[in-house]
């Protein structure tokens, strides 16, 4: 679905990759109306990273990427200076990106299993310094602080500061919001033969640098484990979080969606000030079987069997029962009632419920190149919803 290729000019490495994956999973999941596009460049994704080892010839290392997808763009900076291991790590990172806001201001269709643009997208600029930890035992944080401003625009891409019911999207009331965010990442990680654990914990805070920035605390967990059980794997995770002080309304946790609630569209659930979500899933592997046939022989006036189709039949169906899996799952989650303290209230506006379940099934194939997942759900609505996706993928 996509090609990738590295050119190497000196000490300077450049990465080219163009993935026509995310388009067809966009066109599938997202409604006719959020489709239409009189641009014909809006069709054309892709990303490009350059690298460069030695900057200054000192180890620095520089960082150049694009991403461009149907309906959102990103372009990353990032520079960082060597130091001893036992220091933190420093990055200087620049960022640019422009997204539809969907999890907040979109509103559902079809039941609730997909989530329609109400014209409203986000232009986010940032600067800013990270510091990564030494890890220590099984714990491993993070450290940046940087300077964002938000921006938001109509589909023309125009400066706009009210939703079309004529709700303020920021929380100046302006046309854009600028704060100074203090982050702190701490996360852990454990894992055997027969489980693992992992943690993370994110807090946020707004920094009053001029009396119009935002000042706020947002914190957000998420734990998940997993338990081998003979061939099979049950996965079960929790996540959650909370937001006080200042709030723009896409600043709220949207609850929806792949990686969130199955069988509804993205923040078709619900919006809030806090949110807890809830997934389980049992996945064991499919166990293929060959059915002999006799295979025409590649030899048309001969009637012995083709053993080279043979034995590359067989190679398959054993490459297929170490990599595909079938999974069942169930999703649920819940903004705790918070969804009228969100600035507009758009939850309500947009009618979304504020918790719902998700069940289905799947399947999961591994590869070298990641791998790839097919769900099946159906939500509270008893609307089904089928998903594609790739994951871990080796760049």
């Known amino acids: 679905m996509g090609a990738q290729q590295s050119i190497h000019a000196g000490k300077a490495k450049i ?12 066109a599938l999941t997202l409604p006719p109306p959020f489709r239409n596009s009189s641009n014909p460049l809006s069709q054309i994704i892709g990303s490009l990273c350059i690298k460069h080892p030695n900057l200054f010839g000192g180890s620095e290392k520089l960082d150049v990427s694009w991403d461009k997808g149907l309906y959102d763009s990103s372009v990353l900076i990032a520079y960082r200076r060597p130091r001893p ?28 299993s ?13 600067v800013g310094v990270d510091l990564s930890e030494p890890a220590s035992s099984h714990w491993s944080s993070t450290t940046s602080i940087k300077l964002e401003h938000v921006r938001p625009i109509n589909d023309g891409g125009r400066s706009i500061s009210r939703d079309l019911d004529g709700f303020p999207v920021t929380c100046s009331g302006g046309t854009h919001d600028s704060m100074v965010v203090l982050k702190q990442e701490s996360r852990y990680a454990k894992a055997n033969d027969h489980s693992f654990t992992q943690l993370s914990l994110q807090i946020e805070q707004g920094i009053p640098v001029l009396s119009k920035w935002l000042i706020f605390n947002r914190f957000k967990f998420v734990a998940s484990k997993g338990v081998r059980l003979g061939p099979a794997i049950f996965l079960t995770s929790l996540t959650g979080g909370s937001i006080v002080g ?46 002999p046939v006799c295979l025409p022989s590649r030899d048309l006036d001969s009637d012995k069997p083709n053993d080279f189709d043979l034995r590359y039949m067989i190679a ?73 996706g790739v994951s871990n993928v080796v760049s």
């Open 246 to 291: 200042d709030m723009a309304p896409y600043q709220a946790f949207a609850i929806g969606g792949l990686g969130s609630v199955r069988g509804y569209g993205e923040g078709a659930v619900g919006s809030g000030r806090s949110c807890l979500i809830g997934n389980s899933e049992l996945t064991l592997p499919l166990q293929l079987q060959l059915v």
């Open 85 to 112: 291991e036992w220091l933190s790590q420093q990055s200087f990172v620049v960022q640019h990106s422009i997204s539809p806001e969907i999890g907040v201001h979109g509103f559902p269709v079809e039941n609730f």
């Open 114 to 126: 997909r989530s329609g643009s109400s014209g409203v997208n986000l232009s986010r600029f940032s």
């Open 316 to 388: 398959l169906v054993l490459l297929l029962n170490k990599a595909l899996e079938a999974a069942i799952f169930m999703d649920c989650g819940t903004d705790l009632g918070s969804g009228h303290h969100v600035p507009g209230n758009p939850a309500l506006r947009q009618g979304k419920p504020g918790s719902g379940v998700g069940l289905g099934y799947g399947l999961r194939l591994n590869s070298r190149m990641g791998q790839l997942k097919i769900d099946y759900a159906i939500n509270a609505f008893q609307q089904k919803t089928l998903y594609f």
């Open 15 to 26: 990465d080219v990759n163009v993935d026509f994956t995310p388009k067809l999973i966009t």
